[in-house]
């Protein structure tokens, strides 16, 4: 079945600096992919749809200077979580669309928890 | 207007007992339904999908849902489950107003107890 690579699984960082999250789609091209973010036990917020080539859509009240993202590619979507603070600390986690109407089916990552100290 | 409200946040059960994990919808155009579930620090693994025809939809482990148009609901049942079901569920609609978009439910907390 289609697979969706996410890397890294779990990382650290200190306060202030930046992080970059990779979201694959190892056997199909994705031109739209999607960010959530998860805060513990909670559901799954969208924070933006990142369609290949063009910029990124925001759901209201996600920074678009704090949460960086990049879809040069039909296979790679990135998300930058840029002066990252404690507060930024989740589960983010991608998904990507095979195909391009709007039912297409969608795949998931398997998420990328994020410590900032 | 939440699209997916799931009525119960936690749902303890002993094994080999059955469960329903209840979900409700709201729409005014045709909806794609689905189910997944989240062990933990883990992602989503799709249980199952409501595109259309039968309204009786069968998924992996076990698990299967039924779509209820007149009651606008997608409930999660399963005649017996076990201590490896201990997991978070999400109901989960796709409308073809909002785009691709998959709006999830606030979750289930599945705990199954020896």
């Known amino acids: 079945g289609a697979v969706v690579s996410q890397h890294p699984s779990r990382v650290i960082c200190k306060s202030g600096t930046s992080v970059k999250i990779e979201c694959r789609s190892l056997?199909?091209?994705?031109?739209?992919m999607f960010w959530y973010r998860q805060f513990p036990k909670q559901s799954l917020m969208l924070m933006a749809t990142s369609n290949e080539g063009s910029k990124a859509t925001y759901e209201q009240g996600v920074e678009k200077d704090k949460f960086l993202i990049n879809h040069a590619s039909l296979t790679l979507s990135t998300l930058t979580v840029t002066s990252a603070h404690p507060e930024d600390s989740s589960f983010y986690i991608c998904?990507?669309?095979?195909?391009?109407?709007?039912?297409?089916?969608?795949?998931f990552g398997n998420g990328t928890r994020l410590t900032v100290t | 207007a939440q699209s997916v409200t799931q009525l119960d946040s936690q749902v303890p059960v002993f094994e080999e007992a059955p469960v329903e994990l209840r979900c409700n919808y709201s729409s005014s155009v045709s909806v794609y339904l689905f189910w997944y579930v989240q062990y933990p620090n883990q992602g989503l693994q799709l249980l199952l999908k409501?595109?259309?025809?039968?309204?009786l939809v069968k998924g992996i482990n076990g698990f299967e849902a039924e779509f209820n148009k007149s009651q606008t609901s997608f409930h999660l049942r399963k005649p017996s489950v076990h201590i490896s079901d201990t997991a978070e569920y999400f109901c989960?609609?796709?409308?073809?107003?909002?785009?691709?978009?998959?709006?999830f439910g606030e979750g289930t907390q599945l705990t199954v107890n020896p």
């Open positions: 989960a609609v796709r409308k073809e107003t909002s785009g691709s978009r998959l709006t």
């Open positions: 998904s990507a669309q095979n195909g391009a109407a709007w039912n297409s089916p969608l795949h």
């Open positions: 409501y595109l259309s025809g039968s309204t």
């Open positions: 056997d199909f091209q994705a031109t739209t």
